[in-house]
DNA sequence: CGTCTCTTTGACAGCATTCAACGTGTGTGG
DNA sequence: CCACACACGTTGAATGCTGTCAAAGAGACG
């Protein structure tokens, strides 16, 4: 069975590429309300696109690393804000570009490939967040480190703990503290506080499931 | 009664549709790990998208009323299970029809559009359940369903509570210990157990801030 | 070497879950 | 028309987990 999304091309290049971009850590991308202009994808280095409370809390909505595409919006103003987690490079697609690029068939499912990512990434997040424990999130959380890590044992945290609460919907302590119990039970061995070692996969899956 | 073609004017018009469908209460749609062969659109009623857990347990991932699209898929396979949760009528929209609808750029457009509709939509609810307490939750989901509701001050639950807490990462006891709150405290009137009335809008925001 | 941020650990209070029981409504068959 | 069954909804009490407040340890960088 064909389906769109399987026709896409996923090793060609998105289009002519735009303006190349340079943040250090922390610096913001865009800020919501600002006009949706561009999308962005991820050359090095990790993006973080975040929502401010009104109560002064932090929440993050996603993680982006190379190759991935952000900035997608529904109308013409960005909704969530986007920030550099570790310094890193990025390449802009104007949107005035893109209308152009919709006369071109193949640059228009690669468009709608990167916007159907996007989805399953919201809804994996939605998963993680509604079901439960503290431990399961985790557990969760890393096996989806797991699968965008090069060596799917060995994980290299790019963002800080506190990045990884407001991901969870958890607080510092409870992510360290859970961190701390899964080391203990042997689920995981730290290399360092942002090098993780994953000793039972099968175990994680079966905390997160 | 409406014409069926009707509804389908505004969106992709052009395209073969498949059969109309209807389902009763509680019937599946599809289920996951069936073959994505096409998108739905509600003409009537009302469906849910669902996760299975291994432990048994339930996860709703999204609500779609008349005019939604949903099916959506990265692969060939559907990786949730749609279910009908009132009386409901669909239209099919076949991935075959798409691929050659693809050469139609307003059609293109618009089924760009749809998902990225899908995309704000799976953005808000990871904003509902990463953002701490029942009642914030409830208060959230309550203002989501006034914003689809033709009255926005008057709302008809099309599911039961046993979906709400699914969709919020709740559990029924909760979900109806948290509305009777909402009730002594003046924010909402019930009409019927499905039918509420919002007495105090600005303070539900508050309270989902 | 000192300062700052990040991370970890501890104690306690608060809130959601769990288990249990009791209302409520709806539809079916007698 | 009534009675019953069954699913849905509400309420109560106790446990357990996470948030909060507080403080100390560990790294990074000048």
Redesign the interface.
């Known amino acids: 069975?064909?389906?769109?999304?399987?026709?896409l091309q996923p090793a060609m290049a998105l289009l002519a590429t735009g303006p190349v971009q340079h943040f250090a850590p922390n610096r913001p991308i865009y800020v919501a309300g600002d006009a949706a202009e561009a999308l962005h994808k991820v050359v090095s280095g990790m993006v973080r696109t975040v929502?401010f409370?009104?109560?002064g809390?932090r929440?993050i909505?996603a993680f982006y690393n190379s190759g991935d595409v952000f900035g997608?919006?529904?109308g013409a103003f960005h909704?969530?804000s986007a920030e550099a987690v570790s310094r890193c490079t990025l390449v802009a697609y104007r949107h005035k570009g893109l209308a152009v690029a919709?006369?071109n068939?193949e640059l228009?499912?690669q468009?709608?490939?990167h916007?159907?990512?996007?989805?399953?990434r919201?809804?994996a997040?939605?998963?993680l967040?509604?079901?439960?424990g503290a431990t399961a999130k985790l557990a969760g959380f890393l096996l989806e480190c797991s699968e965008r890590s090069a060596d799917g044992r060995l994980i290299t945290f790019g963002m800080a703990r506190h990045d990884i609460a407001?991901y969870?919907?958890l607080t510092v302590e409870t992510v360290s503290r859970t961190l701390t119990e899964l080391r203990k039970a042997s689920f995981i061995e730290f290399v360092s506080a942002r090098e993780v070692r994953l000793k039972n996969l099968p175990g994680l899956q079966v905390l997160n499931?």
């Open positions: 069975m064909r389906n769109i999304a399987q026709d929502r409370l009104h109560d809390k929440q909505d997608f919006e529904r909704t969530l919709m006369h068939q228009t499912r468009l709608y490939r916007t159907l990512d996007g989805l399953a919201a809804q997040h939605v998963r967040l509604a079901h439960g407001d969870l919907g499931s």
